[in-house]
């Protein structure tokens, strides 16, 4: 089966050298949501800009949709739709008036514009809105108005950069649902950039982590995780509870960690969670609370790139073009 | 796929709209050149009895000047619209449809035009109504809305061309008080030939604005004049194709999609 998206050696350089995007290889089929997680400044945006045909590559070849990004630029823009990281909308127009010119520039038939028009904006929930201009809607909205306009030509792939970025939990689990309802009912492929481990982790099927340009690692998150290790098992005693006893029951499962509430253990094969407790039971050791972390997306990155993904920021991305 | 025409009919309508809901943008060009004229007029009434001046009515001659002022509005104003389209990422928003590069400037440039012939029926309709006489009668009206209307697309060009290099609000506005300098140093206060100060009058000749005024001037208070008309037409074409290629070079680098 085709790809929707295939990238190989994917370079974007910048005025003064620097490479934004450093090589990038990632395959993404037909239905699939692939996200692409990194800091800002990782070159995220500038990879979406380069497949969205809005930044020409410095060196390196993609096809979206089966078209080269390069030589067949309109045709991968009728494949495409794209919410961008700043949702540039017009603040003197309404919710209508943006979606009634986005289908028109795309060249649907004036008779059918008013129907999808009202079609779009019952799905995103903006019905009520719809007369109202812009500057009026609060980010949710806009964030919901930038997704029925990357849809209006009814794309089998969508570009979406940081779609929730800013947005309150309630507006972004809604535009999680309709990602959601997107792949499965639509079989619309998505691209999808974050910088939020939990947003990659519930929606993707499939994860590219990109840090200075580079993709330094690419799968399910699932796999990502099991990749760089096993979980660890935190116990916190309770007041008659001697350490020691409970270091010594820990020290069979795997190599002791530092904890600064308890004792701590990263398994490493001998046993799981259901051996530890019965091995605490028998040796009636009692403990006031015992957790299970398993490694996240975020330790994925940490093994990967030697720091933590939340909070570590790379310079913004250059805005000017080559 | 639609057409260019029809692209550059949805940007122009996106174009009137957007002034329509921007009050300053419309009322600002409606009343200030005319308020400029009525003052101008009060103080310089006493120029019509230089020897050779070419009309008994300052306000017949002075009414030229709102149609460059307000044009020049109207340029500001769109220029300003352009490069916030471009701050804003919009114009990322309209490459990304099947839209053709032209039509982002056309499209403009439409509304500008629309804002344009609007203004002229405002400033020929008050001049009329305050006792003002076409000497070259319904047809110079005419030709005077053609005018205006290249004028408008010469002066919109410019905007445009502004906005797409630097794509900054800021830089569009700073272009405001270079036009007032080439509208003051022109001859909209006295005929070139009797202007006494000679560097003034050497600016005022090499100054394009000054066949601006001059060729509808020449419509209110001469009736046919063909020179003047030649060198006014002349002039705001020529403006008009040096504006809008420079403009379509900047766009090309702006909209650099594949």
Known sequence: MERAIEVRGLVREFKGGIRAVAGIDLDVAPGEIYGFLGPNGAGKSTTVHMLTTLLPPSSGSAKVGGHDIVKEGPAVRRTIGAALQEAALDPLLTGREHLKLQLALHGIPRADRNRRTDELLERVGLRLAADRKIGGYSGGMKRRLDLALALAHRPRILFLDEPTTGLDPQSRSALWDEVVRLKRDEGVTVFLTTQYLEEADVLADRVGIIDHGRIVAQGTPASLKAEIGRPTVEAVPTDGTQPSALEEIFGRFGELQPSTTGVAVRLDGKGDLADIVRALDSAQVKVADLHLHAPTLDDVFLAKTGRSLEGSEEPEEPAEAE | ?258
Do not use: K
């Open chain 2, 1 to 258: 796929m639609t057409s260019l025409t029809a692209q550059v009919f949805h940007l122009a309508r996106r174009s009137v709209l957007r002034t329509l809901r921007q009050p300053a943008n419309w009322i600002t060009p409606l009343i200030f050149p005319l308020a400029l004229m009525a003052v101008n007029t009060g103080g310089l009434d006493a120029a019509t009895h230089l020897p050779g001046f070419p009309s008994d009515s300052f306000l017949s001659f002075f009414l030229a000047f709102p149609f460059i002022q307000g044009a020049l509005f109207a340029t500001v104003n769109a220029g300003v619209d352009l490069a916030r389209d471009i701050q804003t990422g919009f114009i990322n928003r309209l490459a990304l449809t099947p839209m053709q590069s032209a039509a982002l400037l056309f499209g403009h440039l439409g509304g500008v035009i629309a804002m344009g012939f609007l203004q002229a029926a405002w400033y020929l309709g008050v001049g009329l109504a305050i006792g003002v006489r076409l000497e070259s009668g319904v047809l110079g009206g005419v030709v005077i809305f053609v005018l205006a209307v290249l004028i408008v697309l010469a002066f919109g060009s410019f905007g445009a061309l502004a906005a797409l290099r630097t794509g900054s609000t800021e830089s569009v506005h700073s272009l405001f008080p270079v036009f007032f300098v080439f509208m003051f140093i022109s001859s909209m206060n006295l005929p070139r030939n009797l202007i006494e100060t000679d560097w003034f009058r050497v600016a005022a000749s090499l100054n394009p604005v000054s066949y601006l005024i001059e060729a509808i001037r020449s419509l209110i208070i001469e009736g046919w004049n063909g020179e003047a008309l030649a060198l006014g037409f002349s002039v705001c074409i020529g403006l008009a194709i040096v504006g809008l290629t420079l403009s379509s070079l900047s766009l090309r680098g702006r909209m650099a999609r594949t």
